[in-house]
């Protein structure tokens, strides 16, 4: 296996079967630095037992996810959602200060999708943008940036009633960086005509957050959401964005999501060691090495 990129992070979601602990032991014994976390493993300890094991790691913490699904109308479903996003930035801030140097305090926000028995996605979406105003303050408070995600359009119906980064920048723009920043992650984004644009704009106004990489290959799999590939398999122009992205003045760790049950079935080692050899071939050659925070 190549030396890992110093810039690439894995995405827990890679290793959907691995725990916390397996999950930052291969990690680290590959020679990967940092890592992204998801809610349910660290929900699966307790949060000071998933700090102390990350601390521990020696890795940096590149992100959390997921918070978000706040598009239902006022009550107590709206209610619970919220209070779920305040625990997720608590979550967050205690994991990123844990974290090794480097580390980012980005919680990524997945909108959420249509309330059950509604077409409104206008109505959607105003809700997201009261939601990110309640939040956001908080999130300031905490030194945490809510990012938000623009998931691809065949998602809009049931994750994610943002779909361009465009959509997701102009519900950032009422809030300071620091507070409502963005995530680019190439899946969703990869076919939107306006995204060099969008990215341009993304780094001139300091909201990007994150950088997620994975790749896109027909036909999709039967459950859509499976449809995640390494870098390399499928069709998206990995020079073009990441480039873009480059020059847009993001300096932070790139991580590499993947959601496929072949690769989840995977042993995480291979996994890893896969995910170190795919990013070296498609994404490292367009990326200066360091972060900068």
């Not at 990007?208 to 959401?225: E, H, N």
């Amino acid at each position: 296996m190549s030396t890992p990129h110093a810039r690439l992070s894995i995405n827990q979601a890679t290793l959907k079967y691995a725990s916390l602990p397996e999950a930052l032991e291969v990690t680290a014994d590959a020679g990967i630095t940092s890592i992204g976390l998801w809610r349910d493993s660290v929900q699966a300890q307790t949060l000071p037992e998933a700090a102390r094991l990350l601390a521990g790691s020696g890795l940096r913490f590149s992100s959390l996810c997921r918070g978000g699904f706040f598009t239902v109308p006022e009550g107590a479903a709206r209610r619970a959602a919220m209070d779920d996003n305040r625990r997720a930035i608590a979550e967050t801030a205690t994991l990123a200060a844990a974290g090794a140097a480097g580390s980012a305090p980005v919680l990524v926000m997945v909108a959420g999708g249509l309330p059950q028995g509604s077409r409104d996605i206008a109505g959607a979406r105003v809700r997201v943008q009261e939601a990110l105003a309640e939040l956001a303050p908080e999130a300031l408070a905490a030194g945490v940036t809510l990012a938000l995600e623009p998931l691809h359009p065949m998602y809009a119906s049931d994750r994610a009633v943002l779909s361009t980064l465009k959509q997701a920048l102009d519900l950032a723009s009422d809030f300071s960086p620091a507070a409502v920043g963005v995530v680019i992650d190439t899946f969703h984004v990869w076919w939107d005509p306006d995204l060099q644009a969008q990215i341009v704009r993304a780094g001139a106004e300091g909201r990007i957050a994150s950088y997620q990489v994975c790749d896109w290959r027909t036909p999709l799999a039967a459950d859509v959401l499976l449809s995640r590939h390494y870098p390399g398999a499928g069709i998206i122009d990995f020079e073009a964005i990441t480039r873009a992205v480059q020059d847009a003045g993001y300096a932070g760790d790139v991580e590499v999501e993947i959601f496929n049950q072949e690769i989840w079935d995977t042993a995480p080692a291979e996994v890893v060691t896969q995910t170190v050899e795919s990013f070296d071939d498609h994404v490292a050659a367009h990326l200066r090495t360091g972060i900068r925070r």
